[in-house]
Structures are given as C-alpha cells and as structure tokens.
C-alpha cells in the first residue's frame, strides 16, 4: 500500500482539527497498512498491545474467553478505532484479542513511536486523549447497557447504531456480544419482526 492510501485515511482520522500537516506526516511515518482474511487474529490474546489500530474497510472484533466460551467484547467497522488500552498503558499482556470478522483493511500506527512526540507536539497528545477518551466513553456505555438495558433494548441499541453489523457479523458474534445465547437472540428477531 502506497504512502498516498495511508495519507488518504490519515486525512479522514477524527479530530482533524488537532493534526496539522506536520503532525500527520509523522502519524504517516508510524504506520501501515494491513490486509486480513475474516476471522485472522490482528493482535492475539497474550501479546502486549504497541499499536493503535483504524479499520479502513471489513469489520473486526476484540474478544477473550470466559470459563472456554469465547465473548465478543466489541465491535469495528469502518472508521472506527481498536486498541487494546490496558494492555498499552501498562506494557502488559493482554487478556483480549482483535481478529477481522471479514476481509479488512487496517491502518496501524506505532503507538510508543507516537507517545515519544507527544513533547514535542502538544496537538498530537490531545488527539490521542480524545481517541481514549471516546473508546472509554464507548466501554461506560456498554457497562451501562448491561446494568439498565434488556437484551432486547440492547440489540435494538446495537442495529441503531452499526445497522451494518447484521448484515456481515455471523449472529454467533451478535449473541455474545449481547450476552444472550443464539436462540435468545433468534426470539429476539422474531419478536421485532412481529412487531413491525
């Protein structure tokens, strides 16, 4: 993939308004391009996190295992941001894992190597606190979710915002997220459909 595709997508990352042109010159010189088959890891459970990944195209996951069941955690699609962020602050291994669903296209920047110009680039901090800030915005909603929303309510939450989700994610994915079974989630369909 050509330095142009990875300035392409660089110029399309959130916050434009903290990057000038210096600062995405050296975002694009930290990172690559990755191409993935669905269902290939990304970044396996155990290893310890050092990039900060952007899905370009396809759909990813993070994921770990409870009691041998393995529960989809979170959800990517295109635009949106996968990190592992306890692992990265802590240069510890970590218990998830990030693997496509589908065939996807990644941006990954070298996260250590960004850390090291935060110093130096002031704008460039900012625009990685307010990523994080948005990803734990994103993990205090879910945690909410789980506490006040039916599962119902959850799905119906899930297709309002990712609608695309149904259509590419096998339901396997959508049940665990959810934290229902697959039959759970089948009476859960039919009982929108019937209501529509």
């Not at 392409?8 to 990755?34: A, C, G, M, T, W």
């Not at 669905?38 to 370009?56: A, D, M, N, R």
């Not at 309510?153 to 899930?158: A, V, W």
Request: one cysteine or more; glycine letters at 4%.
């Amino acid at each position: 993939m050509s330095q142009d595709s990875i300035r392409n997508f660089v110029d399309k990352l959130p916050y434009q308004q903290y990057l000038s042109e210096e600062i995405k010159r050296k975002i694009e010189s930290h990172s690559k391009i990755i191409t993935l088959n669905g269902k290939t890891e990304l970044q396996p459970i155990g290893s310890t996190c050092k990039t900060i990944y952007f899905v370009i195209e396809g759909a990813a996951r993070i994921f770990y295992y409870k009691n041998g069941t393995e529960v989809t955690d979170f959800f990517a699609v295109e635009g949106n941001i996968l990190i592992r962020s306890e692992s990265l602050f802590k240069n510890q291994p970590t218990k998830k894992g990030i693997e496509s669903i589908i065939k996807s296209k990644f941006l990954a920047i070298d996260a250590l190597a960004i850390f090291a110009l935060f110093n130096e680039y002031n704008d460039l901090e900012r625009w990685f606190n307010l990523l994080i800030q948005d990803v734990l915005m994103e993990y205090i909603q879910r945690i909410e979710h789980f506490q006040i929303c039916s599962p119902e309510e959850r799905y119906l939450q899930l297709i309002a915002e990712l609608p695309q989700i149904i259509k590419i994610i096998p339901l396997k994915f959508v049940a665990s997220y959810l934290g229902v079974t697959q039959v759970s989630l089948s009476r859960i369909r039919s009982r929108i459909v019937k209501l529509k």
